[in-house]
């Protein structure tokens, strides 16, 4: 039902139901928000959408307020501007000023609002917040002084993750966000996803950046200095630098990753390639001994630390598969290393992803051989991108140069593995075409590549019917219970941890739009249809690796060195 409520002076529709706020963003009149995230239950804590509506002695928050239709609101009094400034000062008051170090420099939202509320002095004076650093996480690094009490994290946390690693602790000016028992990150049960990174409008929470660690070692000559990027990380760079995007800059940032200083680079999107094809052959054993048990998808170091603390039930069926980037690192200290005649331990191997939680798994026991690690350091996307600036690079300008062989090649397989869905639609399609010698139709995959947090399909190869699902986002989960428990049973298990996937993972720019979001997932599905190479086992950098390579390498032959363990976790809470 539409009625019509006066604004500023002038007249909009507004739907019966709706808030203040969403009535005025659907007519184009913006305020700000903090606390507020779509899609979320709003709380109206933050108190910076407040609107004055005539007839009500107090000020009122957009965010939480219905429309009525006797309704007149202003949104930009002077009574309003006041009580926001108030706001945004009060938060600055106590905050640190370090702005010109801050990890969120320039994409801070404080820093946005206070500009735009054109506060150009400390009016008000606080006691500074106790400085407490914790780093104990792999992955993300948690600064209390600069925490503005939001809740976005604990929320995020909460209901999209379901890990519930952060709460509000202590009363009153003592008030503050940690880990349960108010210990550090390695204590509790956090993931390391970083979805609450994403959601932080201060720099309370941002990656561990493991920037100079790389410079470091890329200035030690003795070491032979390599790098992985995964099929998404391009994209996140374009991005990043504000470049628009297109499969060539593939190779531009292949010379831009030489001219900072790696002798050899190497694709992701090949060992991918080996993932897909290794649980293709694991769900098939499964299916040929008509085993019950799910095969689990190991791929998202999030959803296997998930699992292991809050549902070590599941650790059986959990593919005991290494994820790609861990699979690169074994062939770059492996098969590289023989190659070009040097020892593992003089490789330096740095992996780029858009994924928070490869930090940590890169640090997981049984991913290290002979007390060397598969992979040294993991850049995030921003990193890379702040590393590719640091080296005073003009991105515009360089040549395009192939990666190196023998992971310079990759099918769209592997480029579809980076949205939600699309590890298990490659696995059916490769398992399909192992028995019946063509691809499937791909009208049969539609389903998959819903947007809903559960989804499911019956897919046929040949005889056989296998029924698979796939959790977007780890809300999902109690979907996927309920189906289990009414009986219904699965060959293959897709979990992945960040909703919509990779593309929405930790590491990539930060990006409020959700247009965006959709762009990259488009941009993936795009991948897909034009690419030459389709499947793994049409890709001649994966035919080169299986039918040479690895059969030469004695320590790769068995391929026992793709496969990792998985162990129950107990943490506080």
Not at 385 to 391: K, Q, S, V
Not at 516 to 521: C, D, Q, S
Not at 548 to 566: A, G, Q, R, S, W
Request: charged share 25%; net charge positive; glycine share 6%.
């Amino acid at each position: 039902m539409l009625f019509t409520i006066q604004v500023n002076n002038k007249k909009i529709k507004a739907e019966k139901g709706e808030t203040i706020l969403s009535a005025l963003n659907r007519n184009g009149i913006m305020i700000p928000t903090l606390c507020r995230m779509k899609d979320f239950t709003p709380t109206g804590a933050c108190r910076m959408c407040v609107v004055e509506v005539e007839g009500r002695d107090r000020l009122v928050t957009a965010c939480s307020q219905p429309v009525e239709e006797w309704m007149k609101v202003r949104t930009h009094s002077p009574r309003v501007i006041t009580a926001r400034k108030t706001i945004v000062e009060l938060l600055l008051s106590n905050h640190p000023d370090d702005c010109l170090y801050c990890d969120r420099n320039l994409y801070c939202e404080l820093q946005r609002l206070a500009e735009e509320l054109n506060i150009r002095e400390r009016r008000i004076k606080g006691r500074k917040i106790k400085l407490r650093l914790d780093q104990s996480s792999p992955a993300i690094v948690r600064e209390l002084s600069k925490c503005i009490l939001c809740g976005r994290c604990v929320r995020v946390c909460e209901e999209v993750i379901t890990a519930t690693s952060l709460d509000f602790i202590n009363k009153g000016r003592q008030t503050h966000i940690g880990p349960a028992m108010d210990r550090d990150f390695n204590f509790s049960s956090c993931i390391h996803c970083g979805q609450c990174v994403m959601v932080c409008p201060t720099g309370a929470l941002h990656e561990k950046h493991n920037i100079t660690e790389v410079q470091e070692y890329l200035n030690k000559t003795e070491l032979i200095k390599i790098i992985q990027y995964s099929p998404l990380v391009p994209a996140g760079i374009a991005e990043e630098l504000g470049i628009k995007y297109n499969r060539e800059f593939d190779r531009v940032l292949n010379a831009i990753l030489r001219k900072i200083g790696f002798d050899k680079v190497f694709l992701t999107g090949t060992a991918t390639d080996i993932y897909i094809s290794e649980i293709t052959s694991q769900l098939n054993e499964k299916l040929e001994n008509n085993s019950d048990d799910p095969v689990y998808i190991s791929a998202c170091p999030a959803w296997v630390k998930y699992a292991e603390q809050f549902i070590p039930s599941v650790l059986p069926q959990l593919s005991t598969i290494k994820s790609p980037q861990q699979i690169a690192g074994i062939l770059i200290k492996t098969l590289v290393a023989d190659q070009i005649s040097v020892q593992p331990e003089k490789i330096y191997s740095v992996s780029v992803s858009p994924c928070m939680a490869m930090k940590f798994e890169a640090r997981r026991d049984g991913m290290m051989r002979k007390g060397i690690s598969d992979v040294d350091t993991v850049l995030t996307v921003r990193e890379l991108a702040r590393l590719t600036r640091l080296y005073g690079i003009d991105v515009t300008n360089v040549e395009k140069e192939p990666a190196d062989e023998p992971m310079a090649g990759r099918s769209s397989s592997s480029v579809l593995a980076e949205v939600s869905g699309g590890l298990t639609e490659s696995i059916l399609r490769s398992l399909f075409f192992s028995k019946m010698k063509k691809e499937p139709e791909g009208q049969l995959f539609k389903k998959i590549r819903s947007g809903s947090s559960f989804r499911e399909i019956m897919f046929e190869v040949g005889k056989k019917e296998i029924r698979v699902a796939v959790v977007d986002g780890l809300t999902g989960l109690e979907k996927l219970k309920i189906s289990i428990a009414a009986g219904n049973r699965y060959s293959l298990i897709e979990v992945m941890t960040c909703p919509g996937g990779c593309v929405n993972g930790a590491g990539m720019p930060f990006s409020i739009s959700k247009d965006e979001k959709r762009n990259r997932a488009k941009m993936v599905y795009q991948a897909d249809e034009t690419e030459s190479v389709s499947l793994p086992c049409k890709s001649p950098a994966l035919i080169n690796l299986y039918e040479k390579h690895l059969v030469e390498n004695k320590d790769l032959n068995d391929k026992k060195i793709f496969n990792t363990h998985f162990e129950k976790r107990n943490v506080l809470l």
